[in-house]
């Protein structure tokens, strides 16, 4: 009966087909085999026999420094006849690129215990340090970000808090890793975060959702949220990254910009409500003193606006205002107006109803008053009183003798309407032989 023998495999054919650099060298360190994967991560052939150590053209310690073949993990396993794992090194192909590896030689003995050379197996980690200089700057950028980047799994439960985040809510990292998202969740929110794990579980994305969340110290902040989806490498979604932006600088501006559009809104209603009331009820007799009267007016109310802008709407100092209609009769030798009083800033309805009297007073003056005539001179004078209420008077004297007015003018209706009607002020007018006296009291 003949015996079949089964063919024989050779070890250097199961070798050859290892997608595994392999190669083996003699007691002596000179390469007596290397596979295919072997001369692919070289770049090269080594010659058998001939070459020591390591089929590389040049090696690199890790840092970059040169190594010579001799330091190389091959060496080291050889001369101190020893198993060596994971050292690492850097090999140099003909054509210039590197490649970043991790050896594992292992001395090889016969049955009696001497040594016959080793084997050693390469690694290439070119794509493991990628990743890691990826991972590392990923994370560097991360907690180098301004904005708050958290992430959770799909519980809710915090895996991952950055600097930021510290920053904007007030806990440290080791105080909310591990713990439930809804820690920094209104309790009159906390339906929000189970719509958004809901919306998470179905893949999809979050952007800018606008919200309200809680430091550690109990205030409340205004966010941006931005909520993405993390998956695993089969695509399954395991979590979700978020990114919180504070966004309360934006709403106090928000909110600021709204009251000073509503505000403007107020103002320009008012003052077109006042230059539609000084064109339909100025009254002239001839078109020109129509015009010059008109044009009198407003711009009295425009100098007051001026004055209103300049300080942003805060107020307009009244020391300027009285300054300003009798300026005409202040400088130049001529002392004819007086002023006195303190430092009073007057509010917008304010200063609008007491820059139309001034105007009303300072025309009559000039026109018909103390200041129609070389000897005339007025004095202004205010002080404020209790309730924050500011007296002002306006004295005439030394003018042409005065009489009552047989019927009230457009001037004097425009004056009692903005320091009566506007400004529940009140007005008084004494009407003596020497000259006007008008007292005005209002809101400050």
Request: with cysteine; glycine share 8%.
């Amino acid at each position: 009966m003949s015996v079949v023998h089964a063919p024989t495999i050779e070890p250097s054919q199961v070798l050859d087909q290892l997608p595994a650099a392999v190669y083996i060298t003699d007691a002596e360190g000179k390469i007596t085999y290397f596979n295919e994967a072997a001369a692919v991560l070289w770049g090269c052939r080594p010659t058998l026999n001939g070459d020591q150590w390591c089929g590389s053209w040049r090696l690199y310690w890790p840092d970059g420094r040169p190594m010579r073949h001799d330091e190389c993990p091959m060496a080291v396993a050889l001369k101190e006849q020893r198993i060596v794992r994971g050292g690492e090194a850097i090999a140099e192909r003909p054509d210039g690129t590197r490649v970043p590896f991790m050896a594992f030689p292992t001395p090889l003995y016969d049955a009696s215990g001497a040594m016959l050379g080793a084997v050693n197996m390469l690694v290439d980690v070119s794509e493991r340090q990628r990743g890691e200089r990826v991972a590392n700057r990923l994370a560097s950028i991360v907690e180098s970000s301004d904005d708050a980047i958290i992430s959770k799994d799909l519980n809710g439960v915090i895996a991952t808090w950055n600097k930021a985040a510290e920053r904007l809510f007030g806990y440290f990292a080791e105080e909310v890793i591990g713990k439930p998202i809804t820690i920094i969740i209104p309790h009159d929110r906390l339906d929000e975060e189970t719509g958004i794990l809901q919306r998470i579980r179905r893949g999809e994305r979050i952007d800018h959702f606008e919200t309200v969340r809680q430091r550690k110290d109990g205030s409340l902040i205004n966010v941006s949220l931005t909520v993405s989806p993390v998956t695993d490498e089969s695509g399954k979604t395991i979590g979700a990254s978020k990114i919180a932006r504070d966004i309360s600088e934006q709403k106090r501006r928000e909110e600021q910009v709204a009251l000073l559009a509503r505000e403007a809104e107020h103002r320009t209603k008012n003052l077109l409500a006042l230059a539609q009331a000084t064109v339909h009820l100025t009254q002239a007799d001839t078109p020109d003193e129509l015009k010059a009267a008109i044009d009198g007016r407003l711009q009295a109310l425009a100098k007051a606006h001026t004055l209103l802008a300049q300080s942003r709407w805060a107020g307009a100092d009244l020391q300027v205002m009285v300054t300003d209609e009798l300026s005409p009769y202040m400088g130049n030798g001529d002392a004819r107006a007086e002023i006195s009083g303190p430092s009073v800033m007057l509010d917008p309805d304010a200063a609008q109803a007491m820059a139309m009297a001034l105007h009303e007073l300072g025309t009559n003056a000039a026109k018909y008053g103390a200041l129609s005539t070389p000897q005339g001179c007025v004095r202004v004078e205010w002080q404020l009183q209790s309730g924050s209420r500011l007296r002002l008077q306006w004295i005439e004297t030394g003018g042409p003798p005065v009489a009552p007015p047989r019927r009230q003018g457009f001037g004097t209706r425009v004056m009692q309407r903005m320091v009566c009607g506007q400004c529940n002020g009140d007005i008084d007018f004494g009407w003596r032989k020497e000259g006007l006296v008008c007292v005005i009291t209002l809101a400050a």
